[in-house]
């Protein structure tokens, strides 16, 4: 035979042993022989046969019992076991099967028998194991496939998002910055203009010695001094927000920004302040609770060589995440329970101690996750939001984005009542 096909042979008899050892051995079957149960199960420790020709009526440990433990021992369980028996009771043969055992032989031996029943398990068992890796072959590229689905998933859902909203956040900007240019243009002509005007109204004021009545009534009416003093105030004050809203138009492009193909240096802190911007409207004080404290720790770090919009990305998971916990942990609470022990969401940054990597973390004050929900936290699909709230696949996102495309980590510390942290670990290059 081509292959080596071992048999373990157990009688207590060593005439019988001889017989079946004489006969498998002509046919090229590799042959081990035992004379006890206790034998056997010792054997197996080391020794895995391809069958067992195993008897019945032993001393000790008979082939029942011996049968029982093979087949409870994980190890040896789908070795086939054909029983040699002298008994032809249906029960003893009943009972062979419900152990477990494929098929018996009958003493005194006939040599056509043993080799047909022997070959017919040994082919049976060859199928099977082929049968078995097929199937596990299958399941390994059935596993393989729904891994590369869900990751070709996440990057669908990861660049729609990142484009919709690139597309919406680019457009508001580019709207504002139009009205925005004209009145700052304006701004810087208005006081120019009103400089001009002043001048020659204090040139007539001093030419003009004895204003009629009427003049002097409308002048103190309009409180013509005070005017001339507050307008560049106005005007001042106007610029102010005109830088202010140039401000928040700069953060939505650095938020939105569009990642190349390859990676850019990027300030971490632009990015974080510019997330917060866009969730200032969630952080507000509103009629069930006060403002949600923003606590910013920044080190000193330097730019790391990233992609920006997809880093943007996951602060926008985490902080929104965060505002959630904090708004769940409030049901329940007054507004003066909750004044008292603020809201609050600590965002630190600080370098590695071996200066290599950046590590960002994002922390709130609210009420934790059991360690259950804790461990499923990165699983792809899972939420603990209600349906339409929550997709399952913000957290997924957010460790692909670090593991995956920036050779990072993001880890996640909870404790009941106590609050959530987010670590996230970024290479310097």
Not at 14 to 28: C, D, F, I
Not at 388 to 417: D, F, N, P, V, W
Request: charged share 25%; glycine share 6%; net charge negative.
């Amino acid at each position: 035979m081509s292959d080596r096909i071992e048999v373990l042979v157990v009688d207590d008899m060593p005439a019988n042993l001889e017989v079946l050892t004489e006969t498998l051995s002509s046919v090229g079957y590799t042959i081990s022989a035992v004379t006890s149960g206790e034998r056997t199960l010792k054997q197996l420790k080391t020794y895995i046969p391809d069958l067992i020709l195993l008897d019945i009526q032993m001393p000790g440990i008979d082939g029942f019992e011996t049968c029982r433990q093979i087949k409870a021992n994980a190890d040896t369980a789908d070795i086939p076991i054909i029983f040699i028996t002298a008994l032809s009771d249906s029960d003893s043969i009943t009972r062979g099967f419900s152990l477990g055992a494929v098929d018996y032989i009958t003493k005194p031996f006939r040599e056509v028998e043993v080799l047909a029943r022997v070959k017919t398990h040994l082919k049976l068992r060859g199928l099977t194991k082929n049968l078995e890796r097929q199937i596990e072959q299958r399941t390994a590229d059935l596993t393989e496939a729904l891994q590369q689905l869900q990751s070709s998933q996440i990057q669908l859902v990861q660049h729609e998002k990142m484009a919709t909203l690139g597309n919406l956040v680019a457009g508001v900007a580019h709207e504002i910055n139009n009205p925005l240019g004209f009145i700052n243009g304006n701004l810087a002509l208005l006081q120019e203009n009103f400089a001009d005007i002043s001048t020659v109204f204090e040139m007539y004021r001093q030419e003009l010695l004895t204003p009629s009545s009427k003049l002097v009534e409308i002048l103190e009416e309009i409180e013509l001094d005070f005017l001339i003093e507050d307008f560049p105030q106005i005007i001042a004050s106007m610029r102010s927000g005109c830088d202010r809203i140039a401000n928040i138009s700069t953060s939505l492009r650095t938020f939105s920004r569009t990642d190349a193909d390859w990676k850019t240096e990027f300030n971490l802190h632009e990015g974080l302040d510019s997330t917060l911007l866009i969730l200032k409207y969630r952080l507000k004080a509103n009629a069930e609770r006060p403002v949600i404290e923003i606590v910013k720790n920044y080190g000193n770090i330097p730019p790391v060589k990233c992609y920006p919009g997809q880093l943007n990305q996951v602060f926008m998971n985490l902080l929104a995440n965060a505002i959630d916990a904090l708004d769940e942990s409030n049901q329940g609470k007054t507004f003066e329970e909750i004044e008292k022990a603020p809201n609050r969401i600590i965002v630190k940054t600080e370098l590695s101690e071996d200066r290599k990597s950046i590590i960002a973390k994002i922390t709130d004050n609210g009420m934790g996750m059991p360690d259950k929900v804790k461990a499923r936290i990165f699983e792809q699909g899972f939420t603990t939001k209600e349906v339409g709230k929550g997709t399952g696949l913000g957290m997924a996102i957010a460790r692909q984005i670090i593991a995956e495309k920036h050779g990072g980590a993001i880890s996640c510390q909870s404790e009941l009542g106590k609050g959530t942290e987010f670590t996230i670990f970024l290479p310097i290059r």
